[in-house]
């Protein structure tokens, strides 16, 4: 959105190749155009005020992800994705390939984009996390042809895979990893808000001990992530597999029952849809919202009405096999938007639950149940 950019000149090859090394290689369903990526104006003509309930940026961090924006020309709502899905918000992270700091650079970026700072400073990383996005865009708005969408998602593709794979694609590098992130990080801008408030303090297993949400499976472990996956053998693949459109939770035994994470008003239960699921679906009451809806769940096991107001941490069904579950029991949880249907399947309207519930204080890879794929490296 947007206006600054930090313009770099490659003279040579031998200076592109060195900018390749010196960028990070990470770890690693898109709204309106506007609020993913622009050219021209600014950030805070763009960003409107969330709600409450909604994944927020740190209060701590506001004024860094704003002034990164203005230099990246990258929304507020991208950048804060972004943070959350390399570190979250965790200003000591390293990753395996000693990535370190809330963006997740690597020694040699630093160099170039740190301006002298601390890596595992969130302030400092932010600001370099703004200056790489804007030397990205500069880089390769010529493939864009002015597709603000296209433009954000190659800059992310370059964050993550490196500078080379997208000049040598000029576009989207057919098959990268990095499609699968930036799809992920375009996803999540949806539930960020420049409107913060501190998220409530967690207890054991990611349980919420202050504030009104708790972890939705409490002794699950976290199985498949939101968004874009490789289909699991045992499934069929359709396009909701593929693209996966909310997380899965399993206890590995079976027999755990799934929460309400919040408090909600149940708008469906006890039915059986087309594909033989057995779903549960509610409103949450505070603002803003979300249709949170529960698949696979085993038949029978309903614990809950329709018209029902439930509190945080009641039981609403087990774990099962119903629908297209692959045979493993597992619960699929699913947000969708506040505009979506509370009776009924919508695939376009998701968004991802992780940021939302972390930003109310529930972990989804606390000690001990961090050892699944969705966890690694964070």
């Known amino acids: 959105m947007k206006r600054s950019l930090l313009i770099v000149t490659v003279a040579a090859v031998g200076v592109l190749i060195l900018l390749v090394a010196m960028l990070p290689v990470l770890l690693g369903p898109v709204f309106s155009t506007a609020r993913t990526a622009s050219t021209e104006r600014s950030i805070a003509e763009i960003c409107s005020a969330g709600e409450p309930g909604q994944a927020q940026i740190p209060d701590k961090y506001r004024e860094d992800v704003a002034n990164a924006a203005e230099v990246s020309g990258i929304s507020q709502e991208i950048i804060a994705s972004q943070i959350f899905h390399e570190s979250r918000w965790q200003e000591d992270a390293v990753s395996s390939s000693d990535a370190r700091g809330l963006a997740q650079f690597k020694a040699e970026a630093w160099s170039r984009f740190g301006n002298g700072g601390d890596r595992f400073n969130g302030h400092d990383s932010i600001a370099a996390q703004g200056r790489l996005l804007a030397f990205l865009k500069n880089e390769f708005k010529p493939y864009a042809d002015g597709d ?21 694609a ?11 992130y930036a799809e992920k990080i375009m996803a999540g801008s949806a539930v960020y808000t420049t409107d913060c408030a501190p998220a409530p303090e967690t207890g054991g297993e990611g349980v919420v001990v202050s504030g009104e949400w708790t972890h939705p499976f409490p002794g699950a472990y976290f199985t498949s992530d939101y968004g874009p996956r490789p289909c699991p053998k045992t499934l069929k693949c359709t396009k909701e597999v593929a693209n996966h459109n909310a997380i899965d939770l399993a206890t590995g035994t079976g027999t755990g029952f799934a929460v309400a994470p919040t408090q909600m008003e149940i708008t469906k239960a006890n039915g059986t849809d087309r594909d033989g699921d057995h779903p549960v679906f509610a409103r949450q009451i505070a603002e803003p919202h979300y249709v949170i809806s529960y698949w696979h769940c085993a038949y029978g096991s309903h614990r ?45 309207t998701t968004v991802d639950p992780e940021p939302i519930l972390a930003a109310n204080g529930v972990d989804l890879c606390p000690p001990g149940r961090n050892v699944t794929g969705p966890c690694q490296g964070r």
């Open 170 to 180: 000029q576009g989207v590098p057919p098959g990268s990893s990095g499609i699968n």
């Open 148 to 168: 603000d969408a296209l433009l954000v998602k190659l800059i992310l593709i370059g964050y993550n895979v490196g500078y080379d794979k997208v000049h040598k």
């Open 304 to 348: 809950v009405k329709t018209g029902q107001i439930v509190e945080a941490g009641t039981p609403i069904c087990q774990e099962g096999i119903t629908g297209n579950a692959g045979g493993r029991p597992h619960v699929h949880l699913q947000f969708n938007k506040p505009s979506a249907s509370d009776t009924s399947y919508e695939r376009y």
